[in-house]
């Protein structure tokens, strides 16, 4: 049909001619009358108790509206934030939290803590107020690791969570797992850091609050990922209903997970809006970025594989401890007894897995996600044994991942913890992978860097993720009276095109053309409820939502057209936008019969929630060769190879596009970005583009990129998300290809972001000329 792309197509993204042209409407580019604007004074301390906190000089500055401390919160009624899951997702147990005031109330627990919010006229003047508000402080010892943490006669954090331990619990068949491990051919460990990263969306956070008094209602446009969710919490926080607080989200640069959950200044703006009777507004600094945004892995695992003496798994033990910073925000309980623990062992099939998971705060920003939050973790840990185990053993790894892949015919699979996985096809996808990067020709490639002086490896990793983020999603579709139709959804575009992708969805259902469609979102007043975006939920959760409420406005629609057509209902055929009398040439559009419908007082529109039950699994295999240089350790990453199972695609240009965004980011986790902390200080050591370094262009090679889809079997779209599988299978990857490099100087292990200086260390180290004396973050 002439205008119309459906489900496969690749109509170019139609927000792109608004974003390229200027035509953008982020939250710095809005204009509101009246407006005030709010600086937050953090904590330059990682640990303190508040003496006092004396605003007088302050208040005198011109323009001052309000200093707003933890004192005026508490006489308004404001509460803290509690995480959004407070239980083991499994069992049920609770954790042990303390909930983070809106301001620091006898104690700040982390550099960059909110300690007060100050409201003046222009920005400035409230920057200039904020640096008169005397606090005095009595410094605390700091901790910044998990071991630190958990050591005897650690500083206590929080009085709620005793030896600073939020969960401590056991998963899985600790016995069986004891006896392969004590039987088995070969047993091989490794200690694993996955370093603490900050996202660091292009957009900083930011929000402008206002309160309507004669309504008693606040709205609040925020730069946000998840706008329900986090309008319900922070309605908790003011103490008011959900329905008296309105968030809304224009273009959002971006989010990563920084965006997910609630933080502190959504409700601070809010209260400071109705205390001074005036629109304010608050964008974060990028400094306040690296200190206050959640940020994301900081895990260490202890972890042992047991095989046969052919090479087959019989048994997985992890013991992990994840540092979640100084507070359990948003999902970090979550993503600890869900996400985590969902697919350990990955697509591999064994027997017996035992798991010993602990969170633990510190006197770090506290931790919330970033794209494969858990299922990263997991991947890293199995991916990175099936390589040292090859090593040990003297197995082929690509023979050895072959040899205990779930093969297509035990597919649905379920692992040894109960979860299951629909679909897949994983050793097909493995050897696309490793046939398309052109493995055999890898010989040729390293004599090659070998006779330029360059040590060359070769490295893979398979990935799979557990996607849908929130159960809970709705839409509604209504037939406007101009003929065009209104697309309303519960999730939230943040970059990924559903400005073009839920349109082709919607047409191919109902045959409308494309144009006549428009994507309304990211308004808390335009539909109930929400998931937002996260976990690659939205094409899955929104799109089952548009393809089922599609299917009700056919069967509404039927019986209009059958009398338009002056035939019986059972006589009418749907096809590409129309009804027709079968056998005959006459016909009606779906479009027409809208507008009879709506004449007759019987519109079409349509409301359509549903709560999922199963999840999606996106899989697929990287394949990445790097180049160090012998002197200096600097990593190059020469060449990057995709094989990705995303079920079916949408609009195949956008799912590559968001490929590449994850690939980016996995890319910078390996092999540049670390949130690191002083041990002493409890400082960010890297809390400024001057130290903490992302991916740019010449970092990345050109990437090869492939789909080998199965449908997935849990929604009728047969899709999978697709906007994370870089970032879960990069750091695996790398770490072992450049373990591939090192391993003929004697280099017997190697995690963590790969500095030049790092590697440089690692290879001096096996040489027996220094000793490595960096200490990685647990």
Known sequence: MVNRA??????????????TTGQGAYLDDLHFEGLAHAAVLRSPHAHAEIGRIDATGARAVPGVLAVLTSEDSHDDGLQPMRPTVEANVQTGEQFAFAPQPLLATGKVRHVGEPVALIVAGTRAQALDAAERVVVEYRTLPAVVTST???????????????????MDWHWGDSRAADTALATAAHVVS????????????MEPRGAVGSYDAARGRYTLFVSSQNIHGNRDATARALGVPPADVRFIAPDVGGGFGAKNFTYAEHALILWAARRVGRPVKWIATRSEGFLS??????????????LDAVGRFLALRVNSVANIGAYMAGGAGAVQTNQYVHLQGSIYAIPAIALHVVTALSN?????????????????????????AARQCGFDRAELRRRNMVPATAMPMTNALGFSVDSGDFPRTFDRALEAADVTGFAARRADSEARGLLRGLGFAYHIKGTGGSPHENVDIRFDPDGTVSLITGTQTIGQGHETTFPQILADRLGIPNASIRLRQGDTDLIPTGGGHGSSRATYMGGTAIWRASETIVRKARPIAADALEAAEADIAFADGHFGVVGTNRSISLLDVAARARDADTPLDTYHAWTREHMTYPNGTHVVEVEIDRDTGVVTLVRLTAADDY????????AAGQAHGAIAQ????????????????????????????????????????????????????????????????MLPAIGNAIMDALVSLGVTHFDGPATPYRVWQSMRAATGRVSVTHSPHG
């Open 647 to 654: 079920g079916v695609l949408v609009n195949p240009m956008i």
């Open 666 to 729: 996995g890319v910078g986790q390996a092999l540049l970005e670390h949130a690191a902390y002083d041990a002493q200080s409890g400082q960010m050591l890297a809390g400024s583009f001057m130290d903490y370094a992302l991916p740019r262009a010449d970092d990345l090679p050109s990437f090869h990129l492939e789909f080998t889809g199965t449908r997935c079997t849990t929604n009728p779209l047969g899709v999978k998300g697709c906007g994370e599988a870089g970032a879960v299978a």
């Open 148 to 166: 630190a943490a958990r050591a005897p006669g650690a500083p206590q954090i929080s009085a709620e969570v005793p030896g600073n331990v939020c």
């Open 293 to 306: 945004d959640h940020q994301a892995r900081d895990h260490r695992a202890d972890a042992s594989l047991a």
């Open 364 to 388: 770090t920003t506290p931790i919330g996600v970033t794209r494969g939050p858990g299922f990263a973790e997991a991947v890293n840990i199995v991916e990175r044994l099936i390589d040292a």
């Open 6 to 19: 459906i489900i496969g197509d690749t109509p170019r993204r139609r927000e792109d001619a608004r974003f």
């Open 190 to 201: 490794l200690r694993l850091d996955n370093h603490r990263i900050v996202t660091n969306p």
